[in-house]
């Protein structure tokens, strides 16, 4: 079946740091995938996207990288913030018009 | 220009009350989603509607309803609230198709007491 999953449910990194967060996903047919951010209280809110024709889109401190051949997907951040804290969700989009998301994966940003 | 709108932000029932929530978008997108969220898990999708006039079940539509009521509004009908709907529920609004960048509410907490 569909899932989409992150490696690591926590990742705590020091301010100033670079953060990179790990998503796998199980649907060779998904063309497209979407990173949120979702701070405590709060909706998801979008990050950056990636169509399956591209390997690597670049945004404002954030990158996410994309290898179709292992099915993996990855967000960094650069020169990570306090604010930077929060959930991140990565969601692929299998051609339903609906996304699938994984559970999450908790950034703790360390002073 | 607002975005998504939930209505109400909190909300305790007690078990076998019914209600419903509501949502609105002022982005003009054809595709609208209700999800919930339980502590330490993604997001869920309920029911969703592709399309004014349309709606169909998601991963976990038990014990709920939905109605698009025009392209702007679609609320979610939980007609006899039991503790197992304790979430977080966030509507979306979203472009459809393949590249489906969906944009979320603030979320309405719901206790089912």
């Known amino acids: 079946g569909e899932s989409v999953g992150l490696h690591l449910p926590t990742l705590s990194v020091q301010e100033g740091d670079n953060s990179i967060i790990n998503c796998a996903y199980s649907n060779s047919a998904s063309d497209y995938f979407i990173w949120y951010k979702q701070e405590s209280g709060k909706g998801p809110q979008f990050i950056i996207d990636i169509r399956s024709n591209m390997d690597k889109r670049q945004g404002q401190r954030v990158t996410v990288l994309l290898n179709k051949t292992v099915k993996h997907l990855s967000l960094q951040i650069a020169a990570t913030q306090p604010g930077d804290s929060a959930v991140y969700f990565c969601?692929?989009?299998?051609?339903?018009?609906?996304?699938?998301f994984g559970q999450g994966t908790t950034l703790q940003v360390k002073p | 220009n607002a975005g998504v709108t939930q209505t109400p932000k909190f909300q305790v029932l007690k078990t076998g009350q019914s209600m419903t929530l509501q949502c609105a978008q002022d982005m003009n997108h054809n595709s609208m989603y209700w999800y919930r969220q339980d502590p330490g898990m993604g997001l869920r999708l309920i029911y969703y509607s592709a399309s004014e006039g349309t709606t169909d079940k998601g991963e976990v539509p038990n014990g709920y309803n939905v109605s698009r009521l025009n392209k702007r509004e679609f609320s979610l009908r939980l007609e006899s609230a039991a503790p197992s709907q304790t979430s977080v529920y966030f509507c979306?609004?979203?472009?459809?198709?393949?590249?489906?960048?969906?944009?979320f509410g603030p979320g309405t907490r719901l206790t089912v007491l």
């Open positions: 979306a609004g979203g472009l459809g198709g393949v590249y489906n960048e969906q944009f």
């Open positions: 969601a692929d989009s299998p051609g339903t018009g609906k996304l699938i």
